[in-house]
């Protein structure tokens, strides 16, 4: 019989609220060891006695066989004294609050509980608020910390004695699962339509026959409210544009299961993954259907998410029993660019007109949180959108320092907190000149002080003085620091995989205030010792109407053609702007022959809306960025050959010229080619010209590391087109995945450049 030995092993990671200690009271009993298991103020805290060898498996087996919620970052363990224990117990968790602790993530419904959901026999048949340790509300719900019941927003609902004794019992599923709720005590839906209401099963019965018949629904979800019907009635799907004012963006669907998606989409193992993964995103799939009509008009991919709540599960359920086992619109329940709605009254007040009906319940929503958006890019899943799911959840940095706050940009908005090596990004909160976001973005702010206990020394923002993030950031008390954009998105990828050595920041996106004044959007940074300086860009050019070019797409198209023909460019180009009136033509020309209101920017992402227009593809964008992703759309991977543009200046003010490509993309178009072949000839053209501006510019500079960034990388013929070209040439590539490339990513960059002292050479 080997000695009896006693290790006291501190795990650290996502490890409350997640099952962990039943985990390990059950694996204790599986190693016949004797000692206690408690959470604390940094993660769980084991003592675990026994015969040597069994304590080491267990110890092993700790990390090893974590719970599917769970995320261990750390296992520790030391020797102690035996203490004689007899048996294993779970202790109660210590009394002060842990300043470290880590409020999880919302959980899509796991399989035990779906399992049961769909069981006639079980006291939970369809009841849309089951959940425990593995699965269930968690953010969505704290009101402050300890994540204990008390503050949630399940306080209200006294557990039954069934549930009570699933809540004690360590070998239960859902011992100690806060949210633990049953028919008998939990929390209900009720269905308001036509002036009647109704509640229970008869509201979720009623809720199906609804949705079958046509009708569009706002549907009270785990961060907030769907707009949801039929993904194949065209009549609702146009009903809910013109009501949404949303004529042509992407819909995301919901379909039943795995199966469903993959008849609908070709999904990769990585993104069957993501689209089973307790996170439950939507998943941006390739369409099987050539036909690429709604709910994503004239865009090869498709946004799909499976039943992530036992509502959903519990509706899709329902309908299969009709008969309908299609998809259904989930589309957040907002109108364009506001918070997504978050209780019945707002419903009411926001979504009247729009739904026809709303199925909501009493167990509120304290932190509203969006469906997080994924993707699959070069070979890695990506963010595109981080909110349910993976909000709160800390992106872990390279190193730490006193705390900071870092408001983001505009558009696509977050913040970001850090604490230690820890940064904490809010949920995505979208576009601030919406005054609704921006108390969306305040409220949030608070709730994630208060439930992280942080208060930062300094806060980072923008360096655009009339963003009303830098407004909000201005406003807080301490000390300031305005970072320019594109730096902040070339950081964000450093921070992500804790470069801290030279690299090239290559940051393409739509708009972004330069030190000069202008804007930016094309830029080739050189990072050195914690200065950085601006090396390359696109050659400037007017944007006649400012922001508005990001819409009026073939503004930014004629000042292209202007600049690549000259005066003379009506005799060679003029077809092109058939489509758009004379009159408004020769006032725009005008405005760019002046300068009125022409501010110059060097815009990728108005490079690519200028493309899409020439390649014939539309004039005019009814969301962002809607052409470059129609443009995309028709690539086939077939080879083209690539549209030239020239590089221009020399070491350190390197400008790529895209006239030599404006005038080949031009003649084909008026020779009558396939806005396909144009797409084709000008994503490589781009490539090419980007990867030979880059190359140059790092090897002058002497750096190997490049790192790729901003939201014209979510195009993925660019990202992987690129990132091959230099990796063929010898750089190592870097390009953002736990946050978005997109502005969305845009905070943690700024924490960064906060942290390490970055400044301009
Ligand atoms: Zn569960
Ligand atoms: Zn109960
Ligand atoms: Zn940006």
């Known amino acids: 019989m080997p000695p009896i030995v006693r290790k006291k092993i501190l795990v650290k990671g996502v490890v409350q609220g997640v099952g962990f200690r039943p985990h390990v009271y059950k694996l204790a009993a599986e190693y016949s060891l004797a000692g206690w298991v408690k959470n604390d103020a940094s993660g769980v805290t084991i003592e675990a006695e026994g015969p040597g060898p069994a304590v080491e498996a267990f110890i092993k087996a700790v990390s090893a066989r974590r719970p599917a919620a769970a995320r261990v970052d750390s296992v520790v363990s030391r020797a102690v004294v035996p203490a004689g224990d007899k048996e294993f117990v779970i202790t109660k968790s210590g009394g002060k609050v842990p300043a470290s602790a880590i409020i999880p993530a919302d959980l899509a419904l796991c399989a035990d509980c779906r399992g049961e959901l769909l069981d006639k026999g079980d006291r939970r048949y369809l009841y849309p608020f089951t959940n425990c340790t593995n699965c269930g509300p968690r953010f969505t719900i704290v009101k402050s910390v300890p994540y204990d019941r008390p503050y949630t927003t399940m306080a209200g609902f006294k557990m039954c004695p069934d549930c009570l004794r699933e809540y004690g019992d360590p070998l239960n599923r859902r011992f100690h699962a806060q949210p633990n709720a049953c028919p008998v005590c939990g929390p209900s839906v009720k269905l308001e339509s036509g002036g009647k209401t109704c509640a229970g099963p008869a509201a979720l019965e009623k809720t199906a026959e609804l949705l079958l018949a046509g009708k569009i629904g706002a549907l009270q979800s785990l961060g907030g409210f769907h707009l949801a019907c039929r993904a194949d009635r065209p009549a609702a799907i146009k009903r809910l544009r013109a009501a949404k004012r949303r004529p042509h963006k992407p819909f995301a669907v919901m379909v039943p299961s795995l199966a469903a998606a993959k008849k609908l989409c070709f999904v990769s193992a990585a993104e069957a993954a993501a689209l089973v993964s307790p996170e439950a995103p939507v998943v941006m799939l390739g369409r099987r259907s050539k036909n690429m009509g709604e709910p994503a008009p004239g865009l090869s991919r498709l946004g799909v998410m499976l039943p992530y709540t036992p509502l959903h599960a519990a509706l899709f359920a329902l309908l299969a029993k009709k008969g309908f086992s299609g998809p259904l619109v989930m589309t957040s329940g907002n109108f364009r660019d506001e918070p997504i709605c978050k209780d019945g009254p707002d419903v009411r007040a926001r979504l009247r007109g729009v739904a026809a009906f709303s199925l909501s319940h009493d167990r509120p929503i304290h932190n509203r949180c969006d469906d997080s958006v994924v993707y699959e890019a070069a070979g890695e899943l990506r963010l595109a959108r981080r909110a349910r799911g993976y909000a709160p959840s800390a992106v872990k940095l390279p190193a730490g320092g006193a705390s900071v706050l870092a408001c983001g940009a505009d558009l696509k908005n977050t913040f970001c907190l850090t604490r230690g090596a820890e940064a904490f990004l809010s949920q995505h909160i979208g576009d601030l000149s919406e005054p609704l976001n921006q108390g969306f973005f305040k409220e949030t702010l608070a709730n994630y002080r208060r439930l992280l206990k942080i208060s930062p020394s300094l806060t980072a923002h923008d360096l655009h003085p009339d963003y009303a993030s830098s407004a909000i950031a201005r406003a807080l008390p301490g000390k300031k620091l305005a970072v320019q954009h594109h730096a902040a998105h070339a950081l964000s990828v450093a921070a992500e995989y804790g470069l801290r050595k030279p690299f090239l920041g290559v940051a393409f996106d739509g708009t972004g205030y330069g030190t000069d004044g202008r804007i930016w959007g094309s830029e080739f940074l050189v990072f050195k010792g914690r200065r950085w300086s601006r090396a390359g860009h696109l050659e400037y050019f007017p944007l006649p109407g400012g922001d508005i070019g990001a819409l009026e797409i073939w503004r930014p198209a004629l000042a292209l053609v202007k600049a690549a023909y000259g005066p003379g460019w009506r005799g060679q180009a003029a077809g092109l702007f058939k489509a758009v009136p004379a009159a408004k033509l020769h006032t725009v020309e005008r405005m760019i022959d002046s300068g009125v209101n022409s501010p110059q920017t060097c815009s990728m992402g108005r490079l690519f809306d200028a493309f899409s227009f020439i390649a014939g593809i539309r004039a005019e964008a009814t969301y962002e960025a809607q052409g ?45 080619k396939a806005p396909a072949y144009i797409s084709a000839r000008f994503h490589a053209g781009i490539i090419a010209a980007a990867a030979a501006a880059a190359s140059s510019i790092a090897k002058s500079a002497g750096l190997d ?4 960034s901003g939201g014209v990388f979510q195009n993925r013929a660019l990202l992987e087109g690129l990132t091959g070209a230099l990796a063929a040439g010898g750089f190592k590539v870097y390009s953002n995945r736990q946050v978005p490339a997109n502005d969305g990513g845009l905070s943690l960059g700024q924490a960064w450049y906060a942290l390490e002292g970055y400044r301009q050479a």
């Open 628 to 672: 470059p992703m129609e443009l995309e759309s028709l690539l086939s991977g077939r080879r083209a050959a690539p549209y030239a543009f020239a590089l221009r200046g020399g070491e350190g003010d390197l400008r790529v010229d895209p006239s030599p490509a404006v005038r080949a993309a031009a003649r084909d178009r008026l020779a009558g």
């Open 705 to 708: 590391t490049v790192c790729l």
